[in-house]
């Protein structure tokens, strides 16, 4: 694979560093820094990255329609490593967005070989969680959506197998339903837009699914219409595949402009409102007029062992649903950046960066900055324990469990499979 990542992989192991160098993937802290008011995620540079999120950060802060837009593969229950997606799509509807999450079983079927019946229910689970934290707008599984599917369709006539192979490693032996999953996604990543209308689009992912994001900004692109360019003296609309008729409506819709065979010339105009105007012309015409989605990239908890979080790794994490004391054990089992002995921690601190308890209190447990640097400088100074965090720990994880298990029983009927 040209980037070196297998989204599929319940393992994976990304260069953060190579992956921005090589693939044009910016630091994030400038352009959140722009937000009215950052949430945690943001403030405590969880979220590393991102491509062309200042339009959404212009939405937000103007108040104009923006959408933020994910999807869950339904291959097993959700668990503390789907917590953080899911919070960035809440605090984004809550910020005004319109919210669109896909159930990706069309991805499970053909990727993990999963029954539909599985798929059901474990798609009603995520769902479940999701407006158990405050989701709203619109949800869908893959194989129902036949608008999902026209437009993956279409999509699909701008991907070839060379791009499959260079960007996924796809090979001679990857089923066409596997290849077909990803012009899915593709088609998830523009739905948005389809029924809203062109707007600034938000995916908020692991950075592990770069690649998705990549190919989709690449095939919306194709998908348009018309190329804008400035030059200087005069702005040139030029068509890329549209039809005659939506070329005869660009030029009726600037006076004074010049009609070519290929391109309309607009003398002395502005390229923005030229672009805006254009869009919405296409559009009107019956193409898409898409806007290239935009992204955020959060990084990766450790698992409650260290490495990797997988769910193949029962101890590396726990699921929602899982019985107290079971998470308990977990808690307490963790690995943590403590020393080998009491007094090495009393003299020398603890590492509380390199420490997984600490790291599930900062991504997740707890929402106050100061108490959580008031955890952080004590465990620094060798005055807080392993022993006592974990308990503490636990106890914050309980109480987030239970409370979230009774909004989930709250809410079960919004979900409608």
Request: aromatic letters at 10%.
């Amino acid at each position: 694979m040209e980037s070196g990542i297998n989204p599929w992989s319940s393992t994976p192991d990304v260069d953060i560093a190579r992956l921005f160098t090589d693939f044009g993937i910016e630091p994030v802290e400038e352009v959140a820094g722009a937000l009215e008011s950052a949430p945690a995620f943001f403030r405590r540079k969880i979220i590393v990255g991102h491509r062309d999120y200042g339009g959404v950060v212009n939405a937000i802060n103007s108040k104009t329609h923006f959408n933020v837009m994910t999807g869950f593969m339904p291959s097993g229950h959700p668990h503390l490593g789907h917590l953080m997606v899911m919070r960035e799509v809440v605090w984004h509807v809550e910020q005004g967005g319109s919210g669109y999450v896909a159930i990706a079983d069309r991805e499970a079927h053909a990727v993990r070989g999963l029954s539909w019946d599985a798929c059901k229910k474990y798609g009603r689970e995520y769902l479940e969680c999701l407006y158990a934290l405050g989701f709203t707008g619109t949800t869908y599984y893959q194989s129902e959506n036949e608008r999902l599917k026209d437009l993956a369709f279409e999509a699909a006539i701008r991907i070839n197998f060379s791009d499959l192979s260079a960007i996924y490693g796809f090979s001679q032996e990857t089923s066409l339903a596997h290849a077909d999953s990803v012009a899915t996604q593709v088609a998830d990543i523009l739905y948005p837009q389809l029924m809203g209308g062109p707007a600034p689009t938000v995916v908020p992912v692991g950075i592990d699914q770069d690649p998705h994001i990549r190919l989709t900004r690449d095939i919306a692109h194709k998908m348009r219409w018309f190329t804008v360019l400035d030059s200087g003296d005069l702005i040139s609309v030029r068509s890329k595949n549209a039809p005659s008729h939506a070329l005869d409506a660009v030029a009726d819709a600037f006076p004074g402009s010049r009609r070519y065979e290929g391109h309309v010339d607009i003398p002395g105009a502005d390229c923005i409102s030229v672009s805006e105007k254009v869009r919405a012309l296409e559009v009107a015409e019956g193409g898409y007029g898409f806007i290239t989605p935009s992204s955020t990239y959060h990084s990766f908890m450790q698992g409650l062992q260290g490495g990797k979080m997988s769910s193949s790794v029962s101890d590396s994490l726990f699921w929602f649903d899982e019985p107290a004391a079971d998470v308990k054990k977990k808690v307490m089992g963790a690995l943590t950046g403590g020393r080998m002995t009491k007094e090495e921690q009393v003299r020398l601190g603890g590492e509380p960066d390199k420490c997984p308890v600490y790291l599930l209190n900062l991504f997740h447990m707890i929402e106050d900055d100061t108490e959580l640097l008031e955890i952080r400088s004590a465990c620094l100074c060798g005055s807080l324990l392993c022993g006592a965090c974990k308990k503490a720990t636990f106890e914050r994880v309980k109480e987030f469990l239970s409370d979230f298990k009774e909004r989930r029983d709250a809410i079960s009927h919004k979900v409608v499979v």
